[in-house]
């Protein structure tokens, strides 16, 4: 990401979202930049002889229902190529409709009638064969397209076995073998399924006496046939797809935006909610500052724009606005991320409080804390759904929670708690669900922190393990969430780093002509700067 004036060198991308930006993590050392608090017009500017590469948007205009339609369908491609690079567990498999749907029953309607037709036809004396000659032409046309380009000799058979005309020929002389004919297919698929599918060949080649239960099964199998070369195909693209992932992501952008004007509306808006919020707490420390000091007006840095714009990220609220166009392709992992934070902040809040609400006798007994967040990390979960109550599930973890406490503190003759004691414990838990709460805000501030720590230190896999005073009881979550959002801001930053470099020079100096921008060669030069 052009976002100072270096020099890019070129990379290229791991195997999956982790791989790739965890190799990334080794090459780079920060998505900060030193330089950051040295801002300047010229943090966007390079030396002339550069080559030039900056992301370019058209001037709005009026778009037509097939130019949205080709930009929806640009949409849908650059999130399924990003899910092709980064998932190595991506695969596709049949699609099941929901039983009862209405996809589902006029599906299985249509195709009754279609082979109910079929049925009768061959039962007919003499046998009318139309529509078994036209299932021998599709799968035909089927088990060709699994073929590579020079499979020649093979093509050649399957012309040679379901020879359309010469079945024609045949039907017309009441002289068409339909049984041996399904047998060569099926001798046709062993060749060219995969391994896994052997088991469902073998059930095939067992045959039916019903010759229309036995299309039925060939037409199902050949559609597992289908995902598998589909997949194989996937595993063989992934590689290259991979080896230049950040391009291929960048460039599909560029297309989008090269067709929608306004696809950086809600980003360009992320980043200045970030600039002004920068600038409003830079003029309030000015007041503290020296007279000398105040007539050098600092302006935040790029790294720190991109950093203060990623933390809001974790507290985004879709139901206000929706996620930034940038992060498109990374919502669900983002979105994942959010939720299993906001169920840990809960359960160390919990814990937080029982353990200040009870005191000494419970401390120190690792295996009462493990069953204890083991105990609020099941009531807790699915906190995120829009119709969980979570008012009601940290009563019922009082509760929960309040009978191990008794369990352990009468295990060691320790009295029960009173009455008293339970109803305050449950009372302060359940008053976590208040935004001013200061155990929420106390957690909330310092997982805040952890995280800018991360986004800002030079190498922030040595600081994972350096979790603030408070929240030990989540330490292993907070860390395997930490990595994983480090890894995305890193990979997300050498993707679009352009685009935001862009538009923070507008933002920033709206008031004089753009300055070129640097050229990126790659992912490095977005992540971290020399």
């Known amino acids: 990401m052009p976002l100072n004036n270096e020099r890019p060198t070129s990379t290229s991308s791991g195997e999956d979202q982790g791989s790739d930006v965890d190799s990334s993590s080794e090459r780079h050392d920060s998505v900060t930049s030193t330089s950051d608090g ?3 017009r010229a943090s966007f500017t390079s030396d002339s002889s550069s080559k030039h590469c900056t992301p370019s948007s058209s001037p709005p205009k009026i778009l037509t229902l097939d130019e949205v339609m080709t930009a929806a369908q640009d949409i849908i491609s650059l999130k399924f190529a990003h899910e092709l690079i980064m998932n190595r567990n991506i695969l596709r498999e049949p699609v099941n409709l929901p039983q009862n749907s209405l996809w589902k029953i006029v599906k299985d309607t249509v195709h009754k009638a279609y082979w109910d037709i079929l049925e ?54 009441n002289a068409v073998d339909i049984q041996g004919l399904a ?34 099964e060939i037409f199902r199998v050949l559609d597992l046939m289908k995902m598998d070369a589909i997949n194989s195909e996937i595993d063989f693209l992934r590689p290259m797809l991979q080896s230049m992932s ?47 000091e105040k007539q050098q007006k600092v302006l935040p840095g790029p ?76 009531l807790l979960d699915g906190m995120h759904s829009p119709h969980f109550n979570l008012e009601e599930a940290l009563k019922g973890a009082s509760e929960q929670i309040c009978c191990e406490l008794n369990k352990s503190l009468t295990e060691r003759d320790y009295p029960a708690l009173t009455p008293a004691l339970q109803a305050t414990l449950t009372g302060q838990i359940c008053n976590i669900t208040q935004r001013d709460n200061p ?21 922030p896999q040595v600081k994972l393990e350096e979790v603030p005073a408070g929240l030990s009881a989540i330490k292993p979550e907070l860390m395997s969430l930490g990595a994983k959002y480090v890894s995305l801001v890193k990979y997300n930053i050498s993707t679009y780093g352009p685009f935001y ?30």
């Open 120 to 173: 009768s036809e061959l039962k007919e004396d003499p046998p009318q064969y139309e529509h078994a000659i036209k299932l021998v032409e599709e799968i035909r046309e089927i088990l060709l397209s699994f073929l590579n380009p020079g499979a020649n000799r093979m093509r050649t058979q399957i012309m040679e076995i379901l020879d359309v005309d010469l079945i024609r020929q045949q039907a017309d002389n």
């Open 246 to 292: 950040v391009d291929c992501e960048r460039s599909m952008f560029q297309r989008i935006l090269d067709k929608t004007p306004t696809a950086l509306r809600h980003t360009t808006s992320w980043i200045k909610a970030s600039i002004e919020e920068l600038l409003l707490a830079s003029n309030s420390n000015m007041g503290q500052t020296s007279s000398q």
């Open 303 to 378: 790294f720190q724009i991109l950093n203060n714009a990623f933390l809001h990220i974790l507290t985004w609220d879709l139901s206000k606005s929706p996620m930034p166009e940038t992060l498109m392709t990374q919502e669900l992992q983002l979105r994942e991320i959010q939720s299993q934070l906001q169920q840990y902040q809960a359960i160390n809040e919990v814990l937080l409080i029982v353990y200040s609400t009870v005191g000494g006798p419970i401390q120190g007994l690792a295996s009462l804390s493990e069953r204890l967040k083991r105990m609020a990390s099941v």
């Open 38 to 40: 040295e801002f300047s």
């Open 439 to 459: 155990i929420r805000t106390l957690v909330e501030d310092r997982v805040h922190q952890y995280f800018k720590m991360l986004l800002r230190d030079p190498k």
């Open 501 to 530: 470099s862009d538009i923070i020079r507008k933002l920033m100096f709206s008031d004089s002509p753009p300055a070129p921008t640097p050229p990126v060669d790659t992912a490095q030069d977005s992540v971290t700067s020399s």
């Open 183 to 216: 047998s060569s297919i099926i001798t046709t698929m062993g060749k060219l399924c995969a391994p896994c599918r052997d088991e469902e060949l073998n059930k095939l080649q067992r045959g039916s006496d019903n010759i229309v239960m036995l299309f039925k």
